[in-house]
Structures are given as structure tokens and as C-alpha cells.
């Protein structure tokens, strides 16, 4: 595999994994309840109930449900008879017109032909996964997700320990993900601040903190948790990387903390919320990126972050018809390397790297469903990236745009969905085009 | 005949070992309806009967309404019917395959590889998770082992959406393979055209749909189709790769179709069919070959046309189950513009065709003997020197099925291949395998 084609994998690996796991039927095998019991609109939004599940650390008892439990004598084990697995499906469309790379250069082959997604590109059956989740024993769930990218297994999952504290829960999340960004561990908001959780499939057209980066990602890190009726609270550690074999980052992490409030409003809720992430981590390159190994030697590098911003969701019921509301603003999202050339050749022509650049971005979604199993939804989005991309100027201002989203989700059944979404993208820097995106998308959860 | 023993070599071993990804039979699906394996398949798996087209028909959801341990989880507003249990397959193969074919691919005098007699334990097996999804849809996931050095694992699938039409079932099959071909998104006969729905183990020496490449290679494809107990018909559009990662094929792709009636006759089932396909993909040539589309990839125009019969007939002679099954593939050409600028297998320039017929008695119901006569034909001038379907030749084979449990058996075959080429002195491959699903 000659060297440049690892580059551009690894940074597609981490840094542009499109999609996420949505609902897991796991759950609904454990609990012997119905899908729609913990989503909203959708298999890929949680309710309130939904939010509470996951606040238990998955682990709500089974005892009435329909799996019975196998409980220890002197030690406590409380194991459900079933370990419960799911799969989740997706298959996608994807038709751009004079879509962009992360260099702002239209997607094109070298002899100037359509190529991706301007030429019309099908993704099945895209990042499905396969899932074992639910609970593993008394206060203690897990969710473990096993997907094939690139004819490699990849392997992310997260254990939570969690405790009933009268009307709430508080527990600590331990979590590697190559996808799903800083927040995977415990956040239970459609803002996109935790990738799966969002409104659009097409997330970096309409999501402000996928939009940036922030929401997305490799990650793993451990952190302690809140959840109340009306006050969610985090604090937490993490390293931007996921490597299962290992990551030398001594006592370096990056601090991070997210803080929401809920507010009855009659038949709504309204949540108000708020994260900030600062601090750096160093460790070796080949922690990094495993794949540099051989190609490169080993030496430290420092990433530093930082990011904070607010966040809204707005849920209920509007003229009887199921409304979300969700806004996220990124106020700051910087990701800078010590020396960016010890994590290899920095001209590979990739999509996206956050690296060495200074992002921010503001998001408006707003699903309305004028039938349980049909919703109607629009997007706005704002983002700005500052850079400076030093090593790559081609790379200034190339994410910057504005877009205009619209979207229905019919689900078929409430684990079978399909999306259609169409994107007007206008981008500020005067050298690139508009261009739009359409994408069409069946999700099968079984 | 005008290719070099390497060519031959080369292909042999890619046909040999390209199969990982081939379903046996699933215990997924007797967990889900209760019924033993062999309501669904004919005389070993995985060959299905007549049930077990009908299963397949229905999208894998029929479902056992009084199972006391996978009872449904139903919805209130929106529809849901889920199974209360994910049930999982795993399928676990062990082969010997010794060759007596001459190569030197060492450019020693080391006898290497198949030649020196291969012990292949846990090649071809795999995980397989679905069956019955939702009120009217199946699906089925497979997690293999992926048998190229770039690659761990292969995730291949198929969902559909079938309904009760008529006497049977009408629907929708979205699929995704890395071996099981063209057609796989619903084929129920045992001709080879669905790649694991075949006699033998030793596919490519004794079935035409699989020796020519018909009936098996990466395709990713989505398929309309009507099946009852008599009659099959089903057209499609197929890609032929498998790239979860997507393929940017736009507004192109290769239109398919096959049509079978069958016909009980007393004791018997005879089904005569027709398939065929004829068109034009044209995608980056990074996609086609697996991988992510950069700004250096270059479209390939990929033509494919290819057209076949075949024929199946199952029934009791003297008491003893039989099947006989035949298929001609007239016509299967694939050529690429421009040439030479992909690597996977099935992407390359051919022109052949071939013939076959396939023979399986049971004397008794867990004991099968078997025999199959193979003739292939290519009609290409190679010019590359890998991936060369280039060479002609009739093989004889003869086999043994041993069911020590309905989901554990055995088999040994024996294939001589009589080569057509001068080049070549005839040649055996022999396998010993042993198959347990679970």
C-alpha cells in the first residue's frame, strides 16, 4: 500500500466517518419495550425516557421486562439470560452538484471527469454496525459496536457504571470511539454534540458541531456524570485517539465539561445547554495513527484544544403535531498539533482535518411531524473556519459557508427509515461555487 | 488455447479460495421459526427445497406465532414487529485441498500452496446475523473473514421487503456481496447462480455459473421480484463490486433479469430457467476495486453481458433422494475501458462460457453421493497475466455427503480436469472439508 493512500485513509478513519449508530435494538430486546418508548420523531433522537435509559448506564431492570435476570449469592451479578445483540443497516445515495473537497477543489478526477458524490455515489451498506448493548450486571451497562470500514474491524464501545440518587442517576463513563467524538460517554441531547444524536443525516451540512469537528472524531477518555430531572452535569478527561493497542499519553488529558438544564414550558421542554473542552495531550505519533508505523519515525507530538459553545433543544408538542427544536452554537473549536510534520505528509488531498485550525459554527434544525411516522424538517448552518492551515493555504476558508437544509424522515416501520434530505450549500470564499447535496437514505435497525 | 500454466495457476487459486463469504446454512433461521434445518433444505445444506425457497420468498419473516422465547415486540403507532431475540449463525469450515496442478510460483523447485496440500481451518467461515426484521422485511448481515492481505473481515447483506402476492411473495431486495454474485439478492434454485446454492464444494470445477463467473464475484444491487411455488421471475440493476464505502457509479448500471417455472410432478419438482444480463457501469476505478475515491482516480467503463439456462430436478428414484441440476451459461463477457487499470478479479477483460451438469443420490437420507462433468470454454486472447480466465478444459468429479447431524457434515470430492490447452498435463484437486453451522 504505498504511502500516501495510508495517509488518506487513516485521516478518513478519523476524521470523516460520516454516519453513526442509531437506534439499538438491544435495548428494545432487553426491555421488551417498543423502539418509539425511548426515540422521538425517529429511530435517531432520544425522549425523554430515552435519556433516562441511557442516564441508568443502559441498565434499567429487566425484572418486568421480557428477559429474566441471573442474580449471584455472596457477589452481586444480576446478568440478563440474554446477551442482546442488534445490527444496525444503512444504505445511502449521495448526488452533489459541484461539491467540494476539504481544499475547496470540486470533486474531480484527474482527468476533470465527476467523481464521489458529484457523480452520484452509493454507499451500501455504509458504517453498519453490530451492536451488544444493554446491561451487563447491576448498575454497570454497555454498549459495544463492532463495524467494517475499509475491510478493517474496528471496535469502539463504552462501559458505564451508574446509580439511582433518588430522582436522578450519577455514574462514570469509560469510552473509545473512533467516531463519535469527546462527548460519547454520556450525552443524551439531539444537538449533534455526540454524533449519533442529531437531526440530518447529511451532519456536516446542517449540524454546527459536526459542522466544525467537535461532535466527531476519534476519542477516549472517562468521565463522571450528573443526570437529574431538570440538571445534567459532566466532567471529564479525554485524548482525541482511538487505538486499542494502546496510547502513551503518561498523565496528559484534555479536560473537558458540559452542563444542561431543563425547563418545563407547558406541553414543552426546553433545554438549555453548555460545553467546553481545553487542554492538551501528547503522546507518540504512531499512538496517533497506527498506520504511520514503519513509514515514520517515532517521536511526541502535542495536540492541544480547545472549544466551548451552547447548546438548545426545544421538544413537545406544537398544534399537537411532535416538534424538536435543536440549536448549537460553537462559539471556538481549535485543534493545533506541536509539529504537524510528525504526523506525516500534511498535502494529502483529505476532506477534512481539524487539525491547525480554528473553527465556529451555528446551527438552527427544526423537525415538525404531521404524522407519527412522517416528520418535515430544515436546517440552517453557518461555518467559519479561521484556520490558519499553515501548511496548507489552500485550505483557508475552504469550509466556509452557509447552508440551507430541507428534509422528511418516513418511518416505515419504527426500526426501518427512510430520509431524504436536499442541501444548498453557499460558500463565502468568493473562488468556490454553490453547490448542493441531495442524499437519500434507508436505516434498518434489527 | 493461448495462455501461459501461470495464467491457470493464478486463476485457479483465486477461484479456490475467493469463497469466504458464501452462506451455509443458517441455524438463525430454525431458532426464528422453530422448524428443524431440513424443513428448508434438500438432502444437505445448503441446497434448499421447495420450503425453503418460500422462506427465502417471504424475506426470511416467517416466524413461529407460539415460540414461547422469541415472542414479537410490537409497536402502537408506528409498526414494528421485531423479534424479541437478534438471532445469530455462525458457520465454521475446515478443508484439506491438495491439487496434483504444476506450477512453480516460488521459481524453485518448492512444491507450494494447494499443491503441497492446504490445511484450511477457519477459511470461509463466518457470522450471520438476521432473519425476520420488521412486519414484512428480512434482512440478513454477514461478518467473514476476509482471505486477501489488505483486508481482516468482509460485511456483506441484503435487506427485503416482501409482501404476499397472489400465490406467493412480491418484493424488494437491496443487497451488497463480496462473493456470492449477480444474483444473489434473491435466487433460490441450487444451480450455481447464487453462488452458496450449489452441489458441490469444489464450485468452480464442477459448476458452469460459477467456473465462467457468472454466478458469483463482488455486486452490490437492488432487484425486484415474484415467486411461488411454480413460478420465479425477478429484473435488477447490479454494480459488480462491493464498496461499503461507495461506489460512484451515478445514473449507470447493469440491468439483469431471471425467470424459472417449476413444475411438481408427483414426487417431483423440475424447474427450467433463463437469467441474463447486458449493459454498462461506469465509476472511478478506485471505488470499483474497493477502496476510497481520491482526486486521482480515473472512470473505467465497465461492460457486461452475459446469458445462460438451467435446469433443475428433484425427486425420489427407487426411494433414494435425488437431484440433478444443470446449467449452460451461453455467454459471459466482461471487458473494461480503458483496460488493465483494475484489480479485482471479476473486473476483468473475459469471454467464455461453459456447461454443466451436477448429480446428487442419497441412499440413505444422511449419506449423499454425487457426481458432476464440467465443460469450460474461453474465447480471449489474454493479455494480462494476472486475474486470466484463459483456458479450456473438461472436468469430471465425484463426491461423497456425509450428515453426522443436520447442521455437521462432511464431504469429499474428487475432480479430474482434463485440459484442452497442450500447454497444460491434466490435473486433480481433491477436498476434504467439514462444516458445522450453529
Given at each position: 500500500m504505498k504511502k500516501t493512500s495510508i495517509w488518506f485513509s487513516c485521516f478518513l478513519i478519523m476524521l470523516t466517518f460520516p454516519d453513526a449508530a442509531q437506534a439499538v435494538p438491544g435495548f428494545a430486546r432487553q426491555t421488551g419495550l417498543e423502539c418509539f418508548m425511548c426515540h422521538t420523531q425517529n429511530q435517531t433522537k432520544l425522549n425523554s425516557f430515552g435519556r433516562d435509559f441511557a442516564h441508568s448506564g443502559y441498565a434499567m431492570s429487566t425484572e418486568d421486562g421480557s428477559q429474566s435476570l441471573i442474580d449471584g449469592k455472596e457477589l452481586g451479578l444480576s446478568l440478563p439470560t440474554v446477551l442482546n445483540l442488534s445490527v444496525m443497516l444503512k444504505a445511502r445515495w449521495d448526488k452533489s452538484n459541484d461539491a467540494i473537497n476539504g481544499k475547496g477543489r470540486v470533486l474531480e478526477s484527474k482527468d476533470g471527469d465527476d467523481i464521489d458524490s458529484n457523480r452520484g455515489l452509493y454507499e451500501v451498506y455504509k458504517t453498519s454496525t453490530i451492536n451488544i448493548a444493554g446491561r451487563v450486571s447491576e448498575n454497570v451497562g454497555s454498549i459495544l459496536e463492532l463495524r467494517e470500514k475499509e475491510g478493517k474491524a474496528i471496535f469502539g464501545g463504552k462501559v458505564i457504571t451508574a446509580f439511582d440518587t433518588g430522582n436522578s442517576y450519577s455514574g462514570l463513563a469509560i469510552y473509545s470511539t473512533n467516531n463519535y467524538g469527546p462527548f460519547t460517554g454520556m450525552e443524551t441531547y439531539n444537538t449533534g454534540l455526540y454524533k449519533p444524536l442529531r437531526q440530518f443525516e447529511n451532519h456536516k451540512l446542517t449540524n454546527a458541531a459536526q459542522a466544525s469537528d467537535l461532535g466527531s472524531g476519534a476519542a477516549t477518555g472517562v468521565q463522571v456524570y450528573y443526570a437529574g430531572e431538570y440538571l445534567f452535569a459532566t466532567v471529564g478527561g479525554y485524548v482525541p485517539v482511538h487505538n486499542s493497542d494502546g496510547i502513551d499519553i503518561g498523565s496528559t488529558i484534555i479536560p473537558f465539561t458540559r452542563l444542561a438544564v431543563e425547563i418545563p414550558l407547558g406541553d414543552m421542554n426546553l433545554v438549555i445547554g453548555g460545553y467546553g473542552i481545553k487542554g492538551h495531550a501528547r503522546a507518540s505519533n504512531t499512538s496517533f495513527d497506527p498506520d504511520l508505523s514503519g513509514y515514520i519515525p517515532r517521536a511526541l507530538v502535542t495536540v492541544y484544544k480547545e472549544a466551548y459553545g451552547m447548546d438548545l433543544q426545544l421538544e413537545g408538542s406544537v398544534l399537537d403535531l411532535s416538534t424538536l427544536l435543536t440549536v448549537n452554537a460553537v462559539f471556538k473549536n481549535k485543534t493545533s498539533l506541536s509539529n504537524p510534520l510528525l504526523m506525516g505528509d500534511p498535502t494529502i488531498d483529505v476532506y477534512g482535518e481539524p487539525e491547525d485550525a480554528q473553527t465556529e459554527a451555528y446551527s438552527v434544525d427544526l423537525e415538525v411531524n404531521p404524522w407519527p411516522s412522517l416528520g418535515l424538517k430544515v436546517a440552517y448552518l453557518y461555518a467559519n473556519d479561521k484556520g490558519p492551515h499553515i501548511l496548507e493555504p489552500d485550505k483557508i476558508d475552504a469550509k466556509d459557508k452557509h447552508a440551507l437544509s430541507f428534509g422528511l424522515d418516513y418511518s416505515f416501520r419504527q426500526n426501518i427509515m427512510f430520509t431524504v434530505e436536499y442541501s444548498m450549500v453557499t460558500p463565502s470564499r468568493l473562488d468556490i461555487a454553490n453547490y448542493t447535496d441531495a442524499l437519500g437514505v434507508i436505516t434498518i435497525s434489527f | 488455447m493461448k495462455t501461459s500454466i501461470k495464467n491457470l495457476f493464478l486463476l485457479s487459486a483465486i477461484l479456490l479460495f475467493m469463497l469466504p463469504e458464501s452462506a451455509y446454512a443458517l441455524p438463525g433461521f430454525t431458532r426464528q421459526t422453530g422448524k428443524d434445518c431440513m424443513t428448508c433444505h434438500a438432502?444437505?445444506?445448503p441446497k434448499l427445497n421447495a420450503y425453503g425457497r418460500h422462506f427465502a420468498l417471504s424475506g426470511y419473516t416467517i416466524y413461529d406465532p407460539d415460540s414461547e422465547t422469541q415472542s414479537l415486540i410490537e409497536g402502537t403507532e408506528v409498526a414494528l414487529g421485531l423479534p424479541a431475540v437478534l438471532n445469530v449463525s455462525a458457520v465454521v469450515r475446515a478443508r484439506y485441498v491438495k491439487s496434483s496442478r504444476r506450477e512453480d510460483l516460488t521459481l524453485t523447485d518448492d512444491v507450494v500452496g494447494i499443491e503441497r496440500g492446504e490445511l484450511q481451518v477457519l477459511q470461509a467461515s463466518g457470522l450471520y446475523f438476521g432473519g425476520r426484521v420488521a412486519d414484512n422485511v428480512g434482512g440478513l448481515v454477514s461478518l467473514t473473514d476476509d482471505t486477501s492481505d489488505d483486508n481482516d473481515i468482509a460485511m456483506g447483506g441484503k435487506a427485503i421487503v416482501a409482501y404476499p402476492v397472489l400465490n406467493g411473495f412480491g418484493g424488494f431486495s437491496l443487497y451488497s456481496t463480496q462473493v456470492n454474485g449477480t444474483f444473489s439478492g434473491m435466487e433460490n434454485y441450487n444451480?450455481?447462480?447464487?453462488?452458496?446454492?450449489?452441489?458441490?464444494?469444489?464450485a468452480t470445477g464442477t459448476n458452469a455459473a460459477q467456473a465462467t463467473g457468472i454466478g458469483r464475484g463482488p455486486s452490490t444491487g437492488l432487484q425486484a421480484y415474484y415467486g411461488d411455488d411454480r413460478f420465479f421471475a425477478t429484473f435488477g440493476g447490479v454494480i459488480p463490486s462491493q464498496n461499503n464505502e461507495g461506489i460512484d457509479a451515478g445514473s449507470s448500471i447493469i440491468p439483469f433479469w431471471r425467470v424459472a417455472y417449476n413444475q411438481p410432478i408427483s414426487e417431483w419438482n423440475v424447474m427450467l430457467g433463463a437469467y441474463g444480463m447486458a449493459g454498462t457501469v461506469k465509476a472511478s476505478d478506485q471505488s470499483l476495486d474497493g477502496g476510497t475515491i481520491d482526486s486521482k482516480a480515473i472512470l473505467v467503463e465497465i461492460y457486461k453481458e452475459g446469458y445462460g439456462f438451467d435446469f433443475q430436478a428433484s425427486g425420489p428414484i427407487a426411494g433414494m433422494m435425488t437431484m440433478t441440476t444443470i446449467n449452460v451459461v451461453v455467454k459471459n463477457t466482461v471487458s473494461a475501458t480503458p483496460e488493465n487499470l483494475l484489480l479485482s478479479p471479476n473486473l476483468q477483460r473475459t469471454d467464455n462460457e461453459g456447461g454443466s451438469i451436477e448429480f446428487q443420490i442419497n441412499p440413505v437420507e444422511s449419506f449423499g453421493v454425487k457426481l458432476a462433468y464440467l465443460n469450460y470454454n474461453n474465447n480471449y486472447d489474454v493479455v494480462r497475466q494476472d486475474y486470466v480466465e484463459a483456458y479450456d478444459f473438461d472436468a469430471y468429479s465425484l463426491g461423497f455427503n456425509y450428515l453426522a447431524r443436520q447442521n455437521v457434515s462432511f464431504d469429499i470430492e474428487y475432480t479430474h480436469n482434463h485440459t484442452k490447452s497442450g500447454v497444460l498435463d491434466d490435473f486433480y484437486d481433491l477436498y476434504l472439508s467439514a462444516t458445522v453451522a450453529f
Amino acid at each position: 500500500m504505498k504511502k500516501t493512500s495510508i495517509w488518506f485513509s487513516c485521516f478518513l478513519i478519523m476524521l470523516t466517518f460520516p454516519d453513526a449508530a442509531q437506534a439499538v435494538p438491544g435495548f428494545a430486546r432487553q426491555t421488551g419495550l417498543e423502539c418509539f418508548m425511548c426515540h422521538t420523531q425517529n429511530q435517531t433522537k432520544l425522549n425523554s425516557f430515552g435519556r433516562d435509559f441511557a442516564h441508568s448506564g443502559y441498565a434499567m431492570s429487566t425484572e418486568d421486562g421480557s428477559q429474566s435476570l441471573i442474580d449471584g449469592k455472596e457477589l452481586g451479578l444480576s446478568l440478563p439470560t440474554v446477551l442482546n445483540l442488534s445490527v444496525m443497516l444503512k444504505a445511502r445515495w449521495d448526488k452533489s452538484n459541484d461539491a467540494i473537497n476539504g481544499k475547496g477543489r470540486v470533486l474531480e478526477s484527474k482527468d476533470g471527469d465527476d467523481i464521489d458524490s458529484n457523480r452520484g455515489l452509493y454507499e451500501v451498506y455504509k458504517t453498519s454496525t453490530i451492536n451488544i448493548a444493554g446491561r451487563v450486571s447491576e448498575n454497570v451497562g454497555s454498549i459495544l459496536e463492532l463495524r467494517e470500514k475499509e475491510g478493517k474491524a474496528i471496535f469502539g464501545g463504552k462501559v458505564i457504571t451508574a446509580f439511582d440518587t433518588g430522582n436522578s442517576y450519577s455514574g462514570l463513563a469509560i469510552y473509545s470511539t473512533n467516531n463519535y467524538g469527546p462527548f460519547t460517554g454520556m450525552e443524551t441531547y439531539n444537538t449533534g454534540l455526540y454524533k449519533p444524536l442529531r437531526q440530518f443525516e447529511n451532519h456536516k451540512l446542517t449540524n454546527a458541531a459536526q459542522a466544525s469537528d467537535l461532535g466527531s472524531g476519534a476519542a477516549t477518555g472517562v468521565q463522571v456524570y450528573y443526570a437529574g430531572e431538570y440538571l445534567f452535569a459532566t466532567v471529564g478527561g479525554y485524548v482525541p485517539v482511538h487505538n486499542s493497542d494502546g496510547i502513551d499519553i503518561g498523565s496528559t488529558i484534555i479536560p473537558f465539561t458540559r452542563l444542561a438544564v431543563e425547563i418545563p414550558l407547558g406541553d414543552m421542554n426546553l433545554v438549555i445547554g453548555g460545553y467546553g473542552i481545553k487542554g492538551h495531550a501528547r503522546a507518540s505519533n504512531t499512538s496517533f495513527d497506527p498506520d504511520l508505523s514503519g513509514y515514520i519515525p517515532r517521536a511526541l507530538v502535542t495536540v492541544y484544544k480547545e472549544a466551548y459553545g451552547m447548546d438548545l433543544q426545544l421538544e413537545g408538542s406544537v398544534l399537537d403535531l411532535s416538534t424538536l427544536l435543536t440549536v448549537n452554537a460553537v462559539f471556538k473549536n481549535k485543534t493545533s498539533l506541536s509539529n504537524p510534520l510528525l504526523m506525516g505528509d500534511p498535502t494529502i488531498d483529505v476532506y477534512g482535518e481539524p487539525e491547525d485550525a480554528q473553527t465556529e459554527a451555528y446551527s438552527v434544525d427544526l423537525e415538525v411531524n404531521p404524522w407519527p411516522s412522517l416528520g418535515l424538517k430544515v436546517a440552517y448552518l453557518y461555518a467559519n473556519d479561521k484556520g490558519p492551515h499553515i501548511l496548507e493555504p489552500d485550505k483557508i476558508d475552504a469550509k466556509d459557508k452557509h447552508a440551507l437544509s430541507f428534509g422528511l424522515d418516513y418511518s416505515f416501520r419504527q426500526n426501518i427509515m427512510f430520509t431524504v434530505e436536499y442541501s444548498m450549500v453557499t460558500p463565502s470564499r468568493l473562488d468556490i461555487a454553490n453547490y448542493t447535496d441531495a442524499l437519500g437514505v434507508i436505516t434498518i435497525s434489527f | 488455447m493461448k495462455t501461459s500454466i501461470k495464467n491457470l495457476f493464478l486463476l485457479s487459486a483465486i477461484l479456490l479460495f475467493m469463497l469466504p463469504e458464501s452462506a451455509y446454512a443458517l441455524p438463525g433461521f430454525t431458532r426464528q421459526t422453530g422448524k428443524d434445518c431440513m424443513t428448508c433444505h434438500a438432502q444437505n445444506m445448503p441446497k434448499l427445497n421447495a420450503y425453503g425457497r418460500h422462506f427465502a420468498l417471504s424475506g426470511y419473516t416467517i416466524y413461529d406465532p407460539d415460540s414461547e422465547t422469541q415472542s414479537l415486540i410490537e409497536g402502537t403507532e408506528v409498526a414494528l414487529g421485531l423479534p424479541a431475540v437478534l438471532n445469530v449463525s455462525a458457520v465454521v469450515r475446515a478443508r484439506y485441498v491438495k491439487s496434483s496442478r504444476r506450477e512453480d510460483l516460488t521459481l524453485t523447485d518448492d512444491v507450494v500452496g494447494i499443491e503441497r496440500g492446504e490445511l484450511q481451518v477457519l477459511q470461509a467461515s463466518g457470522l450471520y446475523f438476521g432473519g425476520r426484521v420488521a412486519d414484512n422485511v428480512g434482512g440478513l448481515v454477514s461478518l467473514t473473514d476476509d482471505t486477501s492481505d489488505d483486508n481482516d473481515i468482509a460485511m456483506g447483506g441484503k435487506a427485503i421487503v416482501a409482501y404476499p402476492v397472489l400465490n406467493g411473495f412480491g418484493g424488494f431486495s437491496l443487497y451488497s456481496t463480496q462473493v456470492n454474485g449477480t444474483f444473489s439478492g434473491m435466487e433460490n434454485y441450487n444451480t450455481g447462480l447464487n453462488s452458496p446454492l450449489r452441489q458441490f464444494e469444489n464450485a468452480t470445477g464442477t459448476n458452469a455459473a460459477q467456473a465462467t463467473g457468472i454466478g458469483r464475484g463482488p455486486s452490490t444491487g437492488l432487484q425486484a421480484y415474484y415467486g411461488d411455488d411454480r413460478f420465479f421471475a425477478t429484473f435488477g440493476g447490479v454494480i459488480p463490486s462491493q464498496n461499503n464505502e461507495g461506489i460512484d457509479a451515478g445514473s449507470s448500471i447493469i440491468p439483469f433479469w431471471r425467470v424459472a417455472y417449476n413444475q411438481p410432478i408427483s414426487e417431483w419438482n423440475v424447474m427450467l430457467g433463463a437469467y441474463g444480463m447486458a449493459g454498462t457501469v461506469k465509476a472511478s476505478d478506485q471505488s470499483l476495486d474497493g477502496g476510497t475515491i481520491d482526486s486521482k482516480a480515473i472512470l473505467v467503463e465497465i461492460y457486461k453481458e452475459g446469458y445462460g439456462f438451467d435446469f433443475q430436478a428433484s425427486g425420489p428414484i427407487a426411494g433414494m433422494m435425488t437431484m440433478t441440476t444443470i446449467n449452460v451459461v451461453v455467454k459471459n463477457t466482461v471487458s473494461a475501458t480503458p483496460e488493465n487499470l483494475l484489480l479485482s478479479p471479476n473486473l476483468q477483460r473475459t469471454d467464455n462460457e461453459g456447461g454443466s451438469i451436477e448429480f446428487q443420490i442419497n441412499p440413505v437420507e444422511s449419506f449423499g453421493v454425487k457426481l458432476a462433468y464440467l465443460n469450460y470454454n474461453n474465447n480471449y486472447d489474454v493479455v494480462r497475466q494476472d486475474y486470466v480466465e484463459a483456458y479450456d478444459f473438461d472436468a469430471y468429479s465425484l463426491g461423497f455427503n456425509y450428515l453426522a447431524r443436520q447442521n455437521v457434515s462432511f464431504d469429499i470430492e474428487y475432480t479430474h480436469n482434463h485440459t484442452k490447452s497442450g500447454v497444460l498435463d491434466d490435473f486433480y484437486d481433491l477436498y476434504l472439508s467439514a462444516t458445522v453451522a450453529f
